[in-house]
């Protein structure tokens, strides 16, 4: 079978969504040799197929951020290479379809906060997925959702019946399971110092790190803790008004920005930290939390639905706007050593439960029962 996936959205440094194809697309092609791989991508993205005899990478000109270029691409260009290559099906797992395609097709939707918070997100983004994400939803012959909750909001806000649904949790890498004993180079490349309260991820609205700065100042001064705050991450959207609350708080010298972290360091990053902390309004899944879970750092989340269902009783939760919440519960895993080491426990056990070989198993099952079903 001959498996089309489009792969624009990958960038040269993925982060979350980016990451999140680029592993399953190796673990589908890891999972069968029976089938072929044609990989659409753009000029950045990652040489980490060439080993594969399954996969062919046709790149296109175009880079990443260039959506008004890309969405020309995919709309007129792409549509007409697509269907030369004779696909049995069509994966795209960035949310929407190129143009009109002869193989039947497969969406994959990580969350629909574009939709359900545009005020969250870039005005332009908003506008975009407000009519291209149900447009695309309404073509798929199959919806792929990474969490229950997920699902339910593709039923609810897109209207797509549960019967073309399908759940395939994402996964975290195995490099996390064995957390480096010595961290200080990695933590001297990006101007860190122990002890230090952890963040990953983009720094854009969505993400809630308002509370987080406000709840790690209060905690410090309250139980007067010696820890520094660093915020790592890719600055996007209003970023500025995060680094100007730091200002006005007085707490620039508690308070580490080093931008985007290499794949390389993120697992000293991980185990460094004496607790993780994931304080999103609202996700689709939320991998960072596990990455940190599976270095044995405790880690705490919002009561976001997907990410307590991908957490489970692995993390600490709190409502996303409770601030007196987060500073309490901060206070209790910096604090208290039993109740951390319980949290790192349980953290451990259940992001092992999470592969990426299960991701692309799953999803290969969604794609080859859509290819042979033509609908």
């Known amino acids: ?25 190796e673990a589908m092609a890891d999972a069968s040799q029976a089938h072929e791989f044609v990989i659409y991508a753009n000029k950045e993205f990652p040489d980490v197929l060439s080993n594969r005899a399954n996969c062919r990478v ?14 020309v691409h995919e709309c007129y260009v792409m549509p007409r290479h ?34 359900k918070h545009p005020k969250r997100v870039r005005p332009e ?18 919806v792929i959702a990474p969490t229950r909750a997920v699902a339910k909001d593709i039923e609810r ?42 963040f990953v991820g983009n720094i854009e609205p969505n993400k809630n790190l308002r509370r987080l700065v406000e709840a790690f100042f209060a905690a410090r001064m309250n139980k ?4 520094t705050l660093v915020v790592a991450g890719k600055k996007r959207h209003q970023a500025r008004r995060l680094t100007r609350l730091v200002r006005q708080l007085g707490c620039e010298e508690h308070v580490v920005f080093p931008g985007y972290v290499h794949d390389d360091d993120l697992p000293a990053l991980y185990a460094g930290a004496d607790v993780f902390v994931y304080p999103s309004h609202a996700e689709g899944f939320g991998i960072p939390p596990l990455e ?10 919002s009561e976001d639905a997907a990410v307590v269902e991908v957490t489970g009783d692995g993390a600490a939760h709190f409502p996303a706007e409770d601030l007196a919440g987060l500073r309490r519960t901060l206070e209790k895993v910096l604090t208290e050593k039993d109740f951390a080491a319980e949290l790192a426990r349980r953290g451990r056990e259940v992001a092992a439960q999470y592969s990426w070989a299960e991701t692309g198993r799953r999803t290969l099952e969604v794609l080859c029962e859509t290819a042979e079903r033509g609908t």
């Not at 959205?9 to 980016?18: C, D, E, F, I, Y």
């Not at 046709?58 to 969405?71: C, K, M, N």
């Not at 019946?161 to 180079?185: G, H, K, N, Q, W």
């Open 1 to 25: 079978m001959r498996i089309g996936i489009d792969a624009h959205l990958v960038k040269a440094r993925p982060t979350g969504v980016g990451k999140a194809i680029t592993r399953t697309i």
């Open 58 to 71: 046709v790149r296109t000109p175009l880079i990443a951020g260039s959506r008004i270029l890309r969405i």
């Open 82 to 115: 697509v269907d030369r290559d004779n696909l049995d099906v069509f994966y795209a797992p960035g949310y929407v379809f190129p143009g009109a395609l002869r193989a039947p097709m497969v969406l994959g939707i990580f969350d629909l906060n574009a939709l």
């Open 125 to 142: 983004t908003a506008r975009y997925y407000r009519w291209a994400l149900p447009a695309s939803a309404d073509r798929a012959a199959r």
């Open 157 to 198: 806000v897109l209207r797509v019946p549960s019967e073309r649904i399908r759940v395939v949790p994402l996964a975290v890498d195995d490099r996390f399971r064995d957390p480096p004993r010595e961290t200080r180079p990695a933590l001297k490349k990006y101007g860190i110092e122990t002890p230090y309260v952890l």
């Open 224 to 227: 007067k803790l010696p820890h």
């Open 292 to 301: 940190a879970m599976l270095s044995g750092t405790a880690t705490i989340t």
